[in-house]
């Protein structure tokens, strides 16, 4: 079974910058489109950002457009959410997931936390 997987979560003061990577498990991987949502305790999942396989076309969720960039790397095949100047209100568990074309998101990583906090 193909898994998600996660890093590059911590604390960050704000206006400070991270980067998250989004690895499979198996190398030969190959999907639709690879997303990342975040979610804080009591509220649901949210989009972040999103990039088709082939890296042609991204999409961004208009709170973090401009501050995040989601990128794929062909040679580690990861994909990368670099995210700057970030805010409090970023503070949340941050999952990646994949989808095959016209269906919904369903596999999905473990998460990793990023706190933005001064």
């Known amino acids: 079974q193909v898994q998600l997987i996660e890093s590059g979560g911590g604390l960050v003061q704000p206006g400070g910058s991270l980067r998250l990577s989004c690895a499979p498990s198996?190398?030969?991987?190959?999907?639709?489109?690879i997303g990342w949502f975040r979610q804080v305790p009591g509220k649901d999942r949210e989009f972040v950002a999103g990039?088709?396989?082939?890296?042609?076309?991204?999409w961004y969720r208009p709170s973090v457009k401009g501050r995040f960039i989601i990128s794929r790397d062909d040679a580690k095949r990861t994909v990368n959410l670099q995210m700057n100047s970030l805010k409090p209100e970023d503070t949340a568990v941050y999952y990646c997931?994949?989808?095959?074309?016209?269906?919904?998101?369903?596999?999905w990583g473990q998460g990793t936390q990023v706190t933005v906090s001064s």
């Open positions: 997931s994949s989808r095959a074309e016209s269906a919904d998101w369903d596999l």
């Open positions: 198996v190398r030969s991987f190959i999907t639709f489109a």
């Open positions: 990039i088709t396989w082939s890296g042609d076309t991204t």
